[in-house]
């Protein structure tokens, strides 16, 4: 039996509300947030309380031991009978997942369509940087409620029960056209995870350090981004401490190493 006052059930109408800018402008109407670990417990977050019930029911979920590997994924080649029974009863359609792997857990983010066919794997395929930085503003925005779910007694917990494969076929046709949103998503603080723990970094911290990785000065970065030299280098202070570095070139290498290159294309800097 499903404790209904489960964090996961409760926090979904919150949840809602965070999702709703991003599905205002697109034809997506699930969002699915799932962190499995070694000790197969996993933190869950999710729009629809509905569908979580049922899948915990009758069993369609996977277990932290699942091959699940870095990329996109179509439910419907992997998990067919949990595509099948979202889009038949809840209209959740074109279940689609991406996975991001580490050392001791798995991220699996979801998001489900109002479309039937093609045109919503179109939309994943067109649109993945979009979707990645949804998944920055919804942790942002959503802080409080990934730390109550990661507490013990919020987690959901269950055996292994079967492998799935996830390598995403990308046979699907892909039309040349990206979705423009009514009121464009702010991503504010982008967490960075440093194989201890999970920092915070401001938007400007980021725009300052991304800069600095170019090898502008601090006059120069003042000057674009239009602040004081002694703010630039206030921000590269706080980026030092919390990325634990002590000096310019090694913020400058752990931050490479961290994957902040592949956060230019979030920033105009």
Same mark, same amino acid.
């Given at each position: ?88 009863? #809840?209209? @959740?359609?074109?279940?689609? &997942?991406?996975?991001?792997? %580490?050392?001791? !857990?798995? /991220? ?81 603080? #982008?967490? @960075?995870?440093?194989?201890? &723990?999970?920092?915070?970094? %401001?938007?400007? !911290?980021? /725009? ?62």
């Amino acid at each position: 039996m499903i404790n209904d006052k489960l964090f996961t059930l409760t926090s979904s109408s919150e949840i809602n509300d965070i999702c709703k800018p991003f599905f205002k402008g697109t034809d997506l109407n699930y969002f699915h947030y799932c962190k499995f670990y070694q000790d197969f417990s996993s933190t869950v977050l999710v729009t629809n309380p509905h569908w979580v019930t049922h899948v915990l029911k009758n069993k369609l979920y996977i277990s932290s031991n699942s091959e699940l590997k870095d990329g996109f994924f179509l439910w419907s080649e992997h998990w067919p009978q949990a595509a099948k029974d979202a889009s038949l009863h #809840f209209k @959740i359609h074109n279940l689609m &997942s991406l996975v991001k792997t %580490s050392k001791n !857990e798995v /991220e699996c983010i979801s998001f489900g369509s109002t479309q039937e066919g093609n045109k919503a794997i179109e939309f994943y395929l067109n649109n993945s940087e979009l979707l990645k930085s949804f998944i920055y503003y919804f942790k942002d925005k959503a802080q409080k409620h990934l730390s109550i779910a990661q507490m013990p007694e919020n987690k959901i917990v269950y055996p292994p029960h079967k492998e799935v494969k996830t390598n995403l076929s990308r046979t699907s046709k892909v039309l040349q056209q990206t979705i423009t949103l009514e009121s464009p998503i702010q991503i504010d603080k #982008f967490p @960075i995870n440093d194989g201890k &723990s999970t920092k915070w970094l %401001s938007r400007r !911290e980021i /725009e300052v350090l991304i800069s600095t990785i170019k090898g502008r000065s601090a006059k120069e970065i003042a000057r674009s981004l239009d602040i004081s030299t002694k703010t630039v280098e206030s921000y590269i202070a706080s980026a030092k401490l919390k990325l634990d570095c002590y000096s310019r070139s090694a913020l400058i290498e752990k931050a490479i190493s961290l994957g902040f290159l592949d956060l230019m294309k979030h920033f105009n800097c």
